[in-house]
DNA sequence: GGTCTTAAATCACGCCCTAAATTAACCCAT
DNA sequence: ATGGGTTAATTTAGGGCGTGATTTAAGACC
């Protein structure tokens, strides 16, 4: 029970340097001079560590700042070309890869769509050694400029010790799969490359907190309402966040079949693939041959019609339904979190959630405790569909800051800490 | 997004007394030779933060070791009586209070009964001031011997900057009581003196965990069954704990009414008093007028009843449909936490689980994702119903040793993190 | 008693952060 | 333009810390 935490003085300045780096990269260009009350650095060190830094060539002087009598402060920021990461989304239509500079500005994106129900591993590995190398083409960064790779992906990410990152996703049919081997040996990447495998909730979750509707918020729940559901619990530091197999909570003792093979999961009740089941169930003609997406703007149209039209009653009852059961759903992580916010994402939950968050924070309120669920908010995510890339490349990111900005000196240790 | 980390040189020596006197404290009498690798630090070092322990009387030599050629090794341990702790459990039926040497050696005890719904603040706060009174005048222990005074107590516990702990108690009808500026004020301890407020399935996950079932794992589930039921995922680390209202996740959307109001909660099917309920809406006729561990033995002793004599079939259902739900409920807990261990506490739990536990394994497997139900192990707890105080006073050692062993530089900071 | 073996203590060294003292950079009034 | 006034950044003691090598302590064995 113990666990080494830091033990000599040389790691006092890793952390040291990962408060600047931090500091300087969310609260924008900034004096040495402001650093140091905000990092609870003394003015030497400040000096000291930004020294470094700056020879390193990870923060750059970016102004000075007017002054009126005295010298005036020098701005410092953290240099955005000094590293780039990867992100990559292995949705469940399509697999993108997306390039980005440190301040997560895009630099070159790519897609590759999968075919219906076409997980089939290979065929994703391929995808995603060839998006990261066009992506490096296009943009002439070499690999070893590189500070990781991020991957967002469906289901539960375990780590093992011989194979690194495995995925189980059971909705998918991946078992077992190991993942950072089968890409170690599949991308031509410089062998030390970090490779940050993790579920696509959860990176959408990091992406929200650091740029979304979840800044500067303490913690969120983050939903990803796609196909299925997923959810995860995002805090401020990265390694806290924990992704949750939300879509497979049993919010109904024998209830419907999930695709997950339990009886009652909110996955069977609340995903789109659910939601366009059930509407077909009841009567409703999705259109045919089209995506999940266009069938759900089809069952929308359908159940919130133009003026003056009938509403399809049955995908009305199913939609109500549904806002139910997310709410209850939701209930549940307000009751073991007690998150500050929820936010919702995804494309099916961006395109549902105008109109029925109402219902949606109606039924979390009756089905939560009430302290808990006086203190949530629950609201739609703040950066569309495509958070997912961002997110991953945060991953890389975040290790990078957590080692002080030096690279090799990884330690995925962290990332370990499952429950 | 920074949060300091250790700013200054000497948080490493406090971070490296943490980690000895944890080794001590864990893997019993211990020499400074052996320590060395085990903390990571160098012979040198252990040698000066030793003789620094040992000046601060909190460790103490305890014998050498045989030698067969060479200088033999002096065995050191943490001195027993270098500090107390006091653990209260603000229990269903009542208030107990214990006093633990360091080693948590109870050296006093005392109870006082509730009376039936009888969750009055003002009569709570007496009895937890009396019982403290009471367990230190019996030891003769001056309360600034005392490293803090730990409390589990039902419901969900908050902190404020202005009140301290705050708890709500949904279900016993607490809202937002200030219980620790109450104590504060009531006891007349040392105004310096650190009270740590918890949820009591929290307390007794520590319990499990650094004594009991829990040992060894690197997480686990502890699940607190008596009259209602909750739960704690517990770590390593104690402050990574977090104390989970699984009895109002809603396992069946529009299911039963709980006491906490809402429908379908977990607690309206499977805590002590839920199943006797039921067992009387189905013709069952527990004793009268006894409480409800009585009549719980009286429900299982009409289920599975000696040898020849004919079971009864509604108290029989009652529990396998509890089962069901326990398993259903346990199985959420697996998704979302995927842990090592399950271990069920409480008194209703140790009373029941004999007989429905392989039901509840079969259930929980059958709703849970198969990845994480194949790597949990679910158990009875290993410490008998009376673990809730041990747990408590946990508490206040545990901050103890984060603080390497210094009273007074407490840093609470380290518990507000929820979520 | 001498030698070997092993544990614990001591010491020189390099590093780190803080606080105080300097130096740098700029404004303004004379 | 020049010297005082201000404010920012750097430099310089001063005190700590952990490491790794070296010494000292303590016992066993011959």
Known sequence: MAGRNGRTVRDLRRGNRTAVLQRLYFDGPMSRFELAPAT???GGSISN?????????LVEEAGTVESDGGRPRTLLRVAPASGHMIGVDVGETRVRVELFDLTLTELART???????????????GHIRDGIAEVLAETDITPERLLGVGVGVPGIVARTPEQGAVVHGQTIGWDAVPLESLLRSTCELPETLPYFIDNGARTLGHA???FGAGHGAANAVVVLFGSGVGACLVTQEVEQGRSLEWGHLTVRVRGRRCRCGALGCLDAYAGAEA????????????????DEETALTAMLAAAYPAEGADADPAALNVLEEAAEYLGAGLSDLINLFQPERILIGGWAGLQLGPRILPAVRRYAASYALRHPAERVSIDLGGLGPDAVTVGAAILPLADFFAAGGQRGTRGRARHDRRA
Chains 1, 2 share one sequence.
């Open 275 to 290: 939601l366009l089941d059930r509407w077909r169930e009841e009567g409703g003609r999705p259109p045919q041959g089209t």
């Open 111 to 125: 897609e590759r769509p999968l075919e219906r129900q076409g997980y089939d591993v290979e065929v994703i590995v």
């Open 208 to 210: 929200e907190m650091w």
């Open 40 to 42: 609870g650095l003394s």
């Open 49 to 57: 560590v930004v020294a470094e830094l700056v020879a390193d060539g």
